[in-house]
């Protein structure tokens, strides 16, 4: 049951609030939620911060609003519910946080691509390699290839929550990595997308395991002896000569 919300940040208390009940299916998938002057009575709160609140569960794609006629709630997806992550981490500017996420989580989903990878999905990946070693020269593209790289092994995991999860991550990455990687370069990301690869048609678990972990450890052992942990400095920063490593 709702409370009465008090200060400070009222439109973020009632926007939980509500995002809560959805979630909890206390209001249920297709449910037309009050109306405006209801849910102001309800929480104890002005139009205004009803509306804010309404914005943002729309903008979540948790609420459908209709002119006229309402809003309803949405039935609950795996794209709904990771949808909630975005806002947060389109406000973390610290790659060194970004680099131990993806430490962690590909890691793991390098393990589960190595029990899964087809012949076809092996063939995909070393035609991928042979077009980022023909794109050595141009950084920008690297970078784009480069994503698409390990975005395709989440997808060879075959896990929808993984997937949407790369989908999300991915998003937010993509304005960040043009400038990253014409910072550190390409040559290490190339020596290690060929071991992984190497390590899905062997079907080794560990091995890929292991190897996408040192992959991304080396880039932010990089990072961290750079002293570029902000994305708004490495964006800054002017390119590193002497060193390469890759995404």
Request: aromatic share 6%; hydrophobic share 40%.
């Amino acid at each position: 049951m709702s409370t009465i919300v008090k200060k400070p940040r009222v439109s973020d208390q009632v926007f939980e609030q509500m995002r809560d009940m959805i979630i909890e299916q206390k209001w249920r998938p297709g449910d037309r939620l009050p109306s405006e002057l209801a849910l102001c009575k309800l929480f104890g709160v002005s139009r205004v911060t009803v509306r804010s609140a309404m914005f943002k569960l729309n903008a979540l794609r948790l609420i459908d609003t209709f002119l006229g006629d309402g809003s309803y709630v949405r039935k609950l997806d795996t794209e709904v519910a990771l949808n909630s992550l975005v806002p947060v981490a389109c406000l973390d500017e610290n790659l060194e946080s970004i680099l131990e996420f993806r430490m962690e989580v590909e890691s793991g989903t390098c393990a589960i691509a190595a029990r899964k990878a087809t012949k076809d999905d092996i063939a995909n990946l070393r035609e991928m390699l042979e077009k980022m070693l023909a794109t050595q020269d141009d950084l920008d593209a690297l970078s784009v290839l480069d994503l698409e790289f390990h975005y395709a092994i989440a997808r060879i995991s075959r896990n929808n929550l993984l997937i949407k999860t790369y989908e999300i991550v991915w998003n937010i990455y993509m304005t960040h990595i043009k400038k990253i990687v014409n910072t550190m370069g390409g040559d290490w990301g190339i020596y290690y997308h060929s071991k992984i690869v190497d390590a899905l048609e062997a079907h080794d678990t560990p091995g890929a395991r292991q190897v996408m972990y040192e992959h991304i450890l080396k880039n932010l052992e990089f990072i961290r002896e750079s002293g570029k942990t902000s994305v708004t400095k490495t964006l800054g920063c002017a390119p590193i000569t002497g060193e390469k490593h890759g995404v």
